[in-house]
């Protein structure tokens, strides 16, 4: 069964950056569409981002793009979230997820359909 783990995830104070990963053990990610959620406390699951399987393609919530990018490495089994100028309202537990649904264009798959979920990781954007 595939595996996610996140990481990257830490303390950050508005403006900062990070860089989350997304590793993939057991399978290869090169036929899943994959993609980033967060959860804030008594907020529900929200999507972030996704990106295709050969990461021609990617899309973005509103309240990320131009901020963060999305991106993949296949030989290395890897996805990114790179993540600019944070805001507190970013803060919240980050996920990646993977599906062997077909994404091409258009809006994200929400969280039902992703069969596969990591553990999360952690990030808190605070002065």
């Known amino acids: 069964q595939l595996q996610l783990v996140e990481s990257g995830g830490g303390l950050v104070q508005p403006g900062g950056s990070l860089r989350l990963f997304c590793a993939a053990s057991e399978f290869t990610l090169d036929t899943y569409t994959i993609g980033w959620f967060r959860q804030a406390p008594g907020k529900e699951r929200e999507g972030v981002s996704c990106i295709s399987r050969q990461g021609r393609s990617t899309n973005y919530a509103d309240s990320v793009k131009g901020r963060f990018t999305i991106s993949r490495d296949n030989a290395n089994n890897t996805v990114y979230l790179q993540m600019n100028t944070l805001k507190p309202e970013d803060t919240a537990i980050y996920y990646c997820?993977?599906?062997?649904?077909?994404?091409?264009?258009?809006?994200?798959?929400?969280?039902?359909?992703?069969?596969?979920w990591g553990q999360g990781t952690q990030i808190t954007v605070s002065s």
């Open positions: 997820a993977a599906t062997k649904k077909l994404w091409l264009f258009g809006k994200c798959m929400p969280p039902p359909d992703y069969e596969y």
